[in-house]
């Protein structure tokens, strides 16, 4: 394991508290690191509406 992906191995564990092994399982699934950028994409419209519902709701 690369330094780099250490550190996100690290980071991963202290923002969900999983365990190292299931961090590791769950980054094996998208190896080239493009998923995110992917789902990004798709997803980043609906969730600012959806965000800006929230905001509007609580104020």
């Given amino acids: ?3 780099r992906t250490r550190a996100a191995v690290i980071r991963s ?3 969900t508290g999983l ?3 299931t961090i590791a399982e769950l980054m094996s699934l998208d190896p080239t690191g493009k998923g995110q950028a992917r789902w990004t994409m798709h ?3 609906a969730l600012n509406a959806f965000d800006g519902r929230l905001l509007a709701a609580r104020q």
């Fill in 1 to 3: 394991m690369g330094n």
């Fill in 19 to 21: 365990s190292s092994e």
């Fill in 43 to 45: 997803w980043k419209t």
């Fill in 13 to 15: 564990q202290q923002i």
